[in-house]
């Protein structure tokens, strides 16, 4: 049965697209049009095509870069191209050629001709099908299936694996037993429950249609295969199952692709960086260098444009890759064919081969930053998307493939952290970072249930008269080692684990505690008050309210005596919750401090809409006052809007007679700071109570 071809013509010119697609559907042929690269691929992922006629000039991906794709999977025997290109672009058709073009038609095009060479193109294909098919029916017969076959004989539970089955995964026909242990411990540990429940649910009956199951399988050289499994049970006259028999395959080739790029994906790039690995090993020449890319501004186009977009830019950034990381490849430096893999999503990874020094490999970064600064169209739209990049090779000693990625990784982030669009090697000195880090996260696990935490408290003063009107808690760890260590060595990293939890938990506990103590001591003292900082982390547990209520419960400390000093931040990311979570707590009768105002984004719209009682100058306004040319400006502003809002001000970091005076005499009413009294322990406060 002679069946009517399909043809893909690709073109971005609605015009040029239908007058070709009718003229060829007036010749006997079915049609199937796109108007760019992506829907081409989709196209002929999804339908039975042909033959493509590709247009080279177009917008996004290009034809060439569409034909490589097409390329990475089909052979020219199996879907010939022929590449549509406009007169003047002749050497454009030699690199079309390159990639892997069947033929080359001109603009405008000429229909007799192209029908001729289409019909040229499908006739050689026919012929090379057919007689690959005889070939496969010739050795299909000879040797069987080239699918493995696998017969379950469920009385017995042996089952028989034919020699096929037993080829894809390296094992000669007298090699395996016929256990069902032989299949199943294999399959990898993810898959086999869901093989194992397949399996049963056919041999039940509760599913309808014949098994097909889709799982990794180790081969004898210790590569992971993936494998379709499919089958169905013969049942006796009772119904109930007696055997169950089917095929696998191997579809690995299917697996390492993404395919919304195109790119190799993570499995595929693993193994290529495994064996670059094992080739280091035996030849200490052999230089490879990882780079690990990852989009800066990902998920703001995918927020606010759609994930349509998302895709798009996506494959925009893989075409810009290619180009320019391919389009170098030639120059001896950079040895051989890098391999550019899509990692997940707006993940990137480059493998570049043989590149003589590991320097080349930032030569590279350079080339890929640079690519990335013109715009994206994305539907007309303009869109800036940079990217950061780290670099890690195998200039230091690496045992296993994930372990060089992981580094390149922390290279990347490294990259961000420095201001993102730019790139970061991982070295020596970024690799004892590391290791300093992890111990220092180790020890910082056990610093609680080591009793080495402790807490210092910072006098309040009020300007007028000098007298202490309160404490800030401020956190200190004594490390075994490396003595007393400041909370900004500690709590970044405690904010980045979640250890912050546990340490602001024992921090305002121990805060009340001592508060609640020196009012015993001092009851005749005029109301004091605690301060206790509380980080964005802390902020969004969503059961602070009630840890606050029953720590105040535990210690007696009435709501009232204690503040909580929070920064902007906590209210950037959701405002209506942080609304929310403020007001209860504004409920329980603690007060709240914003810190560090001035810092952020200090925009007044919101502040009158927050419960707060009191914030906190930031003491980089506080240092820039004194002097000749000293700003106070933005401190009078500030006294201004606090006096609208009713808000008390407390400056920070006075560190100076003059600066409190000053401070004054702009009607700020309390200070904290160095001239007053530094951060001290509990006895050392006692001695200011006392004397006062
Ligand atoms: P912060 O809340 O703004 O605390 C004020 C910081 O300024 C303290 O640093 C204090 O020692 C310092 N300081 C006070 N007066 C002066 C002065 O006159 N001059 C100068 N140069 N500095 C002064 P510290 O103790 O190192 O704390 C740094 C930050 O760590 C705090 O900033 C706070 O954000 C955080 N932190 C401290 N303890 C805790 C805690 O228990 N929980 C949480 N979540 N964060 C804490
Ligand atoms: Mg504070
Ligand atoms: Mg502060």
Redesign the pocket.
Known sequence: MTRTNRLLVVDDEALNRDMLSRRLERSGYRVVAAENGQQALEAVRSGDIDLVLLDHMMPGMSGVEVLRLLRATYSPDQLPVIMVTALNESTRTVEAFGAGANDYGTKPVDYPVALARIHSQLARKQAGTALRESQERYSLAVQGLNDGLWDWDLLKNTIYYSPPWKALLGYQDGELGDSPEEWFSRVHAEDRPGLREALRAHVDGSSPRPLEFECRMLHRNGSERWMLVRGAAARGPDGKAVRMAGSQSDITHKKIFDPLTGLPNRLLFSERLARALDLSRSDPEYVFAVLFLDLDRFKLVNDSLGHAAGDQLLVQVAGRLRQCIRGGASSAVEGGMPVIARMGGDEFAVLLEDIHEAGNASRVAERVLRIMRTPFDLDGKEVFCTLSLGIASNALQYASAADLLRDADTAMYRAKALGKARYAVFDQAMRAEVVARLDLENDLRRAIENQELVVHY?PKVQLSTNRVCGF????RWRHPVHGLV???KF?PLAEETGL?IPI?LW?TREACLQMRRWQEIYPRHPALEMS????VR?FRQPDLVEQVSRILEETGLPGECLQL?LTESVVLDDFEAAVGVLNRLKALGVGLKM??FGTGYSCLGYLCRLPFNALKID?SFTAGLEGENGNSEIIKTIMAMAGRLGLEVVA????NREQAALLQEMGCQFG????FAR?MEPSAIEKVLASS
């Open positions: 910072q800030e808690a401020l956190v400041p909370p900004a709590i912050i602001g921090v206790v900082n509380l980080s802390q000093e810190d560090d003491r920070e970091g006075v560190e904290q700071g160095y001239y951060p």
